[in-house]
């Protein structure tokens, strides 16, 4: 079992950063690769970036790849998403999810989400 937990949305204008972390515990997380995924109202759930156990490989979709950085910190168990030029069409609920994965019906376990809104 797998317990996630996000914390660091809000409301930021555009042009702004945010910083987003995930929690996990339940396993051991320096094993797990981790992805952060978004979901706008009426949209379906996309994927963002993901990482390595280890932290050395990521990969990020198109519309974030020069914008958001996905790192990790295993001593603290928490993955994070700096995520930096924000746009008005970044504004979601962010999910992390455990798994290296870029759809969400290949995550096996799901955090709460948490809320980013940028306005113009």
């Known amino acids: 079992q797998v317990q996630l937990v996000e914390s660091g949305g809000g409301l930021v204008q555009a042009g702004g950063s945010l910083r987003l972390s995930c929690a996990a515990s339940?396993?051991?997380?320096?094993?797990?690769?981790m992805a952060w995924f978004r979901q706008a109202p009426g949209k379906e759930r996309e994927f963002v970036a993901r990482i390595s156990g280890s932290g050395y490989i990521t990969s990020y979709a198109d519309s974030v790849k020069g914008r958001f950085t996905i790192s990790r910190d295993n001593a603290k168990n928490t993955v994070y998403l700096q995520m930096n030029s924000l746009k008005s069409e970044d504004t979601a609920v962010y999910y992390c999810?455990?798994?290296?994965?870029?759809?969400?019906?290949?995550?096996?376990?799901w955090g709460q989400g948490t809320q980013v809104t940028v306005s113009l």
């Open positions: 999810a455990s798994g290296w994965v870029v759809t969400p019906r290949e995550a096996d376990y």
């Open positions: 339940g396993r051991t997380f320096s094993r797990s690769a």
